[in-house]
């Protein structure tokens, strides 16, 4: 069987299964869900970063179950701050990223320290703001839903619009198959996606269209940043995929790279447009 018929084959299957685990399921379930994703997430990730052999990834992932059990016990006092550290931290990795496209990456060998430490950046605010996310009431599992499919649909769009009017590279020292083209095709699938999902916020919550725009433009821009960020840290390493949990879409990080990053910047956004507190 081809890898695209994998490919396939694993969205149809897990597509639903998502979208049910998110429309039905309470919060606290989501919750434990998405810290399942996250810590296999955080496995991957310690490899990635050249944390060689099983006892200490472990070690590490198991740092970060901590991390993720002392913000859910301490969420009303530091929950805002840990969404609005998440966005400025990618903000940050947009910098760092102009200035790693610039430069030929190399692979390297040896633990990484700084790409252990960005991991906790990657993986617990966006554990965090989703299931900050999910848990507002009445509209929450929908929004989660609107943000998820609002990430997808511009990965669709991009890759069609690349490979339609594929170009012009956008960096190619990170992720050669990635275009200008497809960026553009992407936000114009998400300007097409939000108008839709106006609707969620407009009423309940007189978040104007124009505001409404503009965050599904940021949040599709950070999920390209998501997905830029972990395929520099595979290219350091010198690695195609992070894993091979997920047939013929390699790992978990990478389903959730995009979403590592839009899921805080989305979160930060509701908070900017009085919707989440």
């Not at 996310?133 to 929450?140: E, V």
């Amino acid at each position: 069987m081809s890898t695209l018929w994998k490919r396939v084959l694993s969205a149809l299957v897990l597509a639903p299964l998502v979208i049910l685990a998110v429309l039905v399921l309470p919060n606290p379930w989501v919750a434990g869900l998405l810290g399942i994703i996250v810590l296999l997430g955080a496995m991957e990730w310690a490899r990635l970063s050249g944390l060689d052999g099983e006892r200490n990834q472990l070690i590490w992932t198991g740092l970060l179950a901590l991390a993720i059990g002392a913000v859910a016990l301490l969420q009303r006092d530091i929950g805002l701050s840990l969404i609005l550290l998440g966005a400025a931290w990618w903000a940050l990795t947009l910098a760092r990223l102009l200035l790693a496209a610039r430069h030929p990456v190399e692979a390297t060998r040896g633990i990484h320290w700084l790409r252990l430490l960005d991991g906790f950046f990657v993986l617990l605010p966006a554990w965090y703001a989703l299931t900050k996310i999910h848990g507002l009431a009445h509209i929450g599992p929908f929004l989660l839903l609107y943000c998820l499919i609002l990430i997808w649909g511009a990965d669709s769009f991009a890759y069609f619009s690349g490979r339609a009017f594929g170009r012009h590279k956008l960096a190619p020292n990170i992720s050669p198959g990635k275009t200008l083209e497809g960026v553009a095709g992407a936000l114009l699938g998400a300007l097409g996606i939000a108008y839709l999902g106006h609707g969620l916020v407009a009423r309940a919550y007189q978040v104007g269209l124009w505001p409404w725009l503009a965050l599904g433009l940021i949040v599709v821009l950070a999920s390209i940043a998501g997905d830029l960020f972990e395929s520099l840290v595979k290219r350091e390493r010198g690695m195609k995929d992070s894993g091979t949990l997920i047939p013929g879409h390699g790992g978990v990080m990478d389903r959730i790279d995009s979403l590592t990053a839009a899921g805080p910047v989305f979160a930060a956004g509701l908070v900017l447009l009085g919707v989440l507190q």
